[in-house]
């Protein structure tokens, strides 16, 4: 991913974040859900070894296919709930990119959502790398006006 420049523009800097945080919460969920993937796995490798309570401290004892069960379904209502949210957020970012250019809107999903630089954006798009800065700097300028 590219190294963001943060503008003098408070307006532009609030639209920047909203279009990093897409992807940064699509990432966030990829890890959730390789944690996920963790814990299935050791409930299915605990459960075959029968290793299914354990002494703790002051001699208690510990369910541990409980405690992953427990934090695997915890685990699934957050992934369910960051679901729900970067498809609102994404909705957001949508009907204000319909409501620039084709060209602009292209540009800001390539640069910011897909996370390509600006020099491969110029490259998709067949445009000059000086095009697509200038063109991405007026697609962020109205896009935090919307």
């Known amino acids: 991913m590219q190294k963001i420049k943060h503008s003098a523009d408070d307006k532009i800097n609030i639209a920047i974040e909203e279009l990093l945080s ?19 796995e050791r409930y ?5 070894h029968d290793y299914d309570t354990v002494r703790v401290s002051g ?8 405690n ?9 209502v957050e992934i369910h709930n960051k679901h729900r ?8 970012i949508q009907n204000k990119l ?6 602009e809107g292209r540009v800001l999903e390539l640069y910011y959502i897909k996370g390509y630089s600006r020099q491969k954006v110029a490259m998709i798009m067949n445009y000059s790398d000086a095009g697509v800065r200038n063109i991405k700097r007026r697609a962020l300028e109205k896009y935090a006006e919307l």
């Open 85 to 92: 949210e970067v498809e609102r957020l994404w909705i957001t």
């Open 59 to 66: 001699g208690r004892q510990e369910n541990i296919l409980v």
């Open 22 to 40: 897409f992807c940064k919460l699509q990432r966030l969920i990829a890890k959730m859900e390789q944690r996920r993937e963790e814990l299935r």
């Open 68 to 76: 992953i069960a427990v934090e695997w379904a915890d685990l699934d």
């Open 98 to 103: 319909f409501k620039l250019t084709m060209v």
């Open 44 to 48: 299915i490798g605990v459960g075959c």
